[in-house]
């Protein structure tokens, strides 16, 4: 088991966790407590260390509501996140270039090419319009789009992350939910990281 230090400042969900982090010197312990923390992009200070009490998960989803209906699909209007396209996709997936993914209760829908191709299981987020189109009724259901690019990055040195869900970041291709670039003596432990888009880790 992991020892969580007793001097760990406690997070709780809805907090700032980057304002919390600024507030505090280089080298302290941070501990999150069980629940969802959305929305979260944190640059740690040389020497954080980040724990997560059991059932703590980050994610760079946001919940979607405001549901509206046209034809055979349902679209959701105000999205006018759009992150950073690279790389080159499959026929499959035509629009993985794209960061931005879809869920419903947790299981990630395929990007399609047009309102015209969607279908159950798929979805079209068309950027012009700042809407998301799907065929699965959403009522009833966790519908979520991921928005933040990465969960954790900058360039500080000696930072652990352990015992977190980081879930469902838009990193781009090349990129990643923790995204340690031109650091060292990073320590990443016993975390779920998945569903996300880029890379993990």
Do not use: M
């Amino acid at each position: 088991a992991i020892s969580i230090p007793n001097d760990a400042i406690r997070l709780n969900p809805g907090d700032d966790v980057q304002a919390i982090v600024n507030a505090h010197p280089s080298g302290t312990a941070f501990v999150f407590s069980a629940g969802v923390y959305r929305l979260q992009l944190i640059i740690p200070k040389d020497g954080n260390r980040f724990y997560g009490e059991a059932g703590a998960i980050i994610s760079g989803a946001r919940l979607l509501s405001n549901f509206q209906q046209q034809g055979n699909v349902w679209f959701v209007s105000g999205q006018t996140q759009q992150g950073p396209t690279r790389g080159e996709c499959e026929s499959s997936a035509p629009r993985c270039w794209h960061p931005e993914d879809f869920f419903i209760d947790g299981v990630p829908l395929r990007h399609v090419n047009s309102v015209n191709q969607v279908v159950s299981g798929t979805y079209f987020f068309d950027y012009n319009a700042d809407r998301i189109y799907f065929a699965d009724n959403p009522n009833g259901h966790v519908v979520e789009t991921s928005v933040t690019p990465y969960a954790f990055g900058g360039n500080a040195s000696n930072v652990l992350i352990s015992n977190l869900t980081i879930e469902k970041y838009a990193s781009p291709a090349q990129s990643a939910a923790i995204n340690a670039v031109n650091t060292n003596n990073w320590v990443i432990q016993n975390n779920i990281v998945t569903l996300n888009h880029g890379g993990g880790i």
